[in-house]
C-alpha cells in the first residue's frame, strides 16, 4: 500500500543547532515529493519539491532535502536552526499517475533558546 | 487577494446541522484540492476540481460531503448532518496547472469546524 512515514512525532533542537527531518515512503514508483510547513493558525507554505534531476534540492528558510532512491526517502535538513523555525513540517507525496497529495503525519518542531 | 482565502475561518456547529465552507483560490488557478486535517495529524485529501470538473472525489468519507465549483473558480464544500467525527480544519489548496503533479498547491488558511 502507498504510505508516507514521518518517524519522529516530536524534535527538540537548540538554536543555532543542525536539523534534519526523516521522511520515508512507499510508493511503486517514485512520487513527486514535497516538504511543507504549518505554523500555528496558519496554512501549509512550500518548502521545497523534488520531481527530478539532482537529488539535493535547495528550498526557502535555509533548507534542503536529500532524495535517495535507495532508501526511499526524502529527509529535510538545515544546518542552524532559529527559533522562527518552530513550527509542523510535513512530508507530501504525489503519485505520478494521480492527483492526490498525501501527507505525512507531521513532525513538530520546538526550537530551545 | 494574491492567496488562497477561505470563510469562514471557525465554525461551530451543532450536530445534525449542514455547514458550507467557501474556498477563494487564486485567480487563474486550474486545479483546487479540498483535504481534512483532524487534530495531531496530517492532511487527508478529499476531492480534486480541474475548473468545474469534480475529476477526483475519492477522499470524500460519506456521501453527507459534498463539494461544488460550478464556475470554476470559487468552491464551496457542504457538510451534510454534521457528526462529531467531522470536526477538523478543512484546508483548500489550488495550482496554476491542469493537474497535481510536481507543480505547486498553494494553501489558504483553513476552516476549523467544530461539531458539538
Known amino acids: 500500500a502507498q504510505s508516507v512515514t514521518q518517524p519522529d512525532i516530536h524534535i527538540t533542537v537548540s538554536e543555532g543547532a543542525s536539523l534534519e527531518l526523516r521522511c520515508n515512503y512507499s510508493y511503486g514508483a517514485t512520487p513527486y515529493l514535497f516538504w511543507y510547513v504549518q505554523s500555528p493558525g496558519q496554512g501549509l507554505q512550500l518548502l521545497l519539491k523534488y520531481f527530478s534531476g539532482d537529488t539535493l534540492v535547495q528550498g526557502i528558510k535555509g533548507f534542503e532535502a536529500e532524495f535517495k532512491r535507495s532508501q526511499s526517502s526524502f529527509n529535510l535538513r538545515k544546518p542552524s536552526v532559529h527559533w522562527s523555525d518552530a513550527a509542523e513540517y510535513f512530508c507530501?507525496?504525489?503519485?505520478?499517475?494521480?492527483?492526490?497529495?498525501?501527507f505525512g503525519a507531521g513532525t513538530r518542531l520546538t526550537v530551545k533558546p | 487577494g494574491a492567496g488562497v482565502s477561505q470563510s469562514p475561518r471557525y465554525k461551530v456547529a451543532k450536530r445534525g446541522q449542514d455547514v458550507a465552507l467557501r474556498c477563494d483560490p487564486i485567480?487563474?488557478?486550474?486545479?483546487l484540492f479540498w483535504y481534512q486535517q483532524a487534530l495531531g495529524q496530517g492532511p487527508e485529501f478529499l476531492t480534486y476540481f480541474q475548473n468545474e470538473a469534480q475529476l477526483d472525489k475519492s477522499g470524500l468519507p460519506s456521501d453527507r460531503f459534498f463539494a461544488e465549483r460550478p464556475e470554476g473558480s470559487v468552491s464551496t464544500l457542504k457538510i451534510q448532518r454534521t457528526q462529531q467525527e467531522d470536526s477538523a480544519v478543512y484546508l483548500c489548496?489550488?495550482?496554476?496547472?491542469?493537474?497535481?503533479?510536481?507543480?505547486?498547491?498553494?494553501f489558504g488558511p483553513g476552516t476549523r469546524l467544530t461539531v458539538l
Open positions: 507530501a507525496v504525489v503519485a505520478r499517475n494521480n492527483n492526490d497529495m498525501r
Open positions: 485567480s487563474g488557478h486550474v486545479s
Open positions: 489548496a489550488s495550482s496554476l496547472a491542469a493537474s497535481s503533479g510536481p507543480d505547486t498547491q498553494y
